[in-house]
Each structure stands twice: as structure tokens, then as C-alpha cells.
């Protein structure tokens, strides 16, 4: 079992930058990919980014691609999401995700467990 909980959330104004923490209790979070997903209101969840065991094989969402950036420290079970040069648009309650297997992923249906969310507001 993986419990996750999401923080660093907050309000921002346009062109700022936050930095997401997804911390991870399990023993067999190392092994696990992760993913991060972002729902805004009266929108369906969509991938945003997603990263492997090691770190290896990285993925992101177009619309996020050269802003985003994530990261994982399996010494201390976290994944980050760095977000830079942040837009109104990326305003969201954003998600972090962990599959049994190692693998990235981009089809929120393939993870397994699923932290709390952490609110993102960028401000025009």
C-alpha cells in the first residue's frame, strides 16, 4: 500500500513558479512510477507529467513541455513538480499518482493510488 500526500500548492501570479511535492509512505514507493494530474474546474483530469522508477523515462504534456519539469528522490519516497513561467490557464487542483509498476504512464486508469490534491491558482 502507498499513501500520497501532495503539497506546495498556492496562488501565483502569471509567469511565477511553484514547486509540487508528492511525499510517499510505503516501502515499494521507489519502485513505483508516478504521475502528475490536474483537474480544473468544470474540466475533465488531464495528464500533466509523469516519471519512471529510476527517473529514466520522462513524460509530460505538451501544453507543459520546457515550463514543467519532474523529479523524484526515492531516498526520500518524494516526487517533485518544478513549474515555472506558470499561466492562468494552469490553474488547477493538481494530483499525485503511483502505479504498482515501475513504469511512467500517461492513462490516469493504469495508477493505482492517488494523494488528496494540491489547489494551483495563477492569477492574470
Known amino acids: 500500500q502507498v499513501q500520497l500526500v501532495e503539497s506546495g500548492g498556492g496562488l501565483v501570479q502569471a509567469g511565477g513558479s511553484l514547486r509540487l511535492s508528492c511525499a510517499a509512505s510505503?516501502?515499494?514507493?521507489?519502485?513505483?512510477?508516478v504521475g502528475w494530474f490536474r483537474q480544473a474546474p468544470g474540466k475533465e483530469r488531464e495528464f500533466v507529467a509523469a516519471?519512471?522508477?529510476?527517473?529514466?523515462?520522462?513524460y509530460y504534456a505538451p501544453s507543459v513541455k520546457g515550463r514543467f519539469t519532474i523529479s523524484r528522490d526515492n531516498a526520500k519516497n518524494t516526487v517533485y513538480l518544478q513549474m515555472n513561467s506558470l499561466k492562468p490557464e494552469d490553474t488547477a487542483l493538481y494530483y499525485c499518482?503511483?502505479?504498482?509498476?515501475?513504469?511512467?504512464?500517461?492513462?490516469?486508469?493504469?495508477?493505482?493510488?492517488w494523494g488528496q490534491g494540491t489547489q494551483v491558482t495563477v492569477s492574470s
Open positions: 516519471i519512471n522508477w529510476s527517473g529514466g523515462t520522462i
Open positions: 510505503g516501502r515499494t514507493f521507489s519502485m513505483c512510477g
Open positions: 499518482a503511483a502505479n504498482k509498476a515501475p513504469s511512467a504512464e500517461t492513462l490516469s486508469d493504469l495508477y493505482d493510488y
